[in-house]
């Protein structure tokens, strides 16, 4: 089977690059992911790749300061660099301008920890809690130019306990993220094969 070549964004501890690392290390997985790049040098994800023999590079952000098309032009060229093919963002905290969304339309996805289309954007756990919600989870969907608003390819839900605070809830989410997103990426990568002429 030919693998489409694919890449992970990190910018933390990278609990769900790990997890799709290690579902992508069976050859009959439908990404083969090659590179992990993260635009803070200090991730603990970084480190996880790198024992897991995956390249892993960090592109810092802030040296670019607020032309954030100079630094995706960084990431273009090392992913263009790489034969990269398709893209999962996994706790990348930076917004992507409509410019690289439009470049990797249709060939980029990310996980958010919410049912979208609820709780877009930053502290979803907290604001769940907010609004009283009895029920939580998390959302894999394609990027577009809209923040967390893309089409939905997969949730996971989880029910709200009544002594869950922002941690407690958010731990429960994580877990459901990571055993989500690789079943996830494998359904997205497989729809473009299925769609390919
Ligand atoms: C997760 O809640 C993810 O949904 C969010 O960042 C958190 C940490 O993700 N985007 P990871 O452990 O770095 O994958």
């Known amino acids: 089977m030919n693998r489409v070549l694919a890449a992970v964004l990190i910018s933390g501890g990278g609990s769900n690059m790990d997890a799709l690392l290690g579902a ?12 992990v790049i993260s635009n803070r040098p ?12 995956i390249e892993a590079v960090a592109i810092d952000h802030r040296p670019f300061g607020a032309n954030r098309e100079a630094f995706e032009a960084a990431l273009q060229e090392l992913l263009a660099a790489r034969g990269i093919g398709f893209i999962a963002l996994a706790g990348f905290m930076r917004i992507l301008t409509p ?12 996980i958010h920890p919410s049912l979208l289309p609820r709780f877009k954007g930053l502290d979803t756990h907290a604001r769940a809690l907010a609004a009283g919600a009895k029920e939580h989870g998390c959302t894999v969907h394609w990027v ?6 893309g089409a939905i390819i997969a949730q996971a839900r989880v029910p ?9 809830l958010a731990a429960r989410v994580l877990a459901e993220e990571n055993s989500l997103y690789p079943m996830a990426l494998a359904g997205a990568v497989r729809s ?3 769609a390919a002429p």
């Open 160 to 168: 709200v306990m009544p002594d869950d605070d922002a941690r407690t």
């Open 24 to 35: 992508a290390a069976d050859p009959d997985y439908p990404a083969d992911i090659r590179l």
């Open 192 to 194: 473009l094969a299925a």
């Open 99 to 110: 410019g690289f969304v439009g470049l990797w339309r249709g060939r980029m996805i990310n």
């Open 42 to 53: 200090e991730a603990g994800g970084l480190a996880k790749a790198r024992s897991r023999g």
């Open 144 to 149: 577009t130019p809209e923040l967390d608003g």
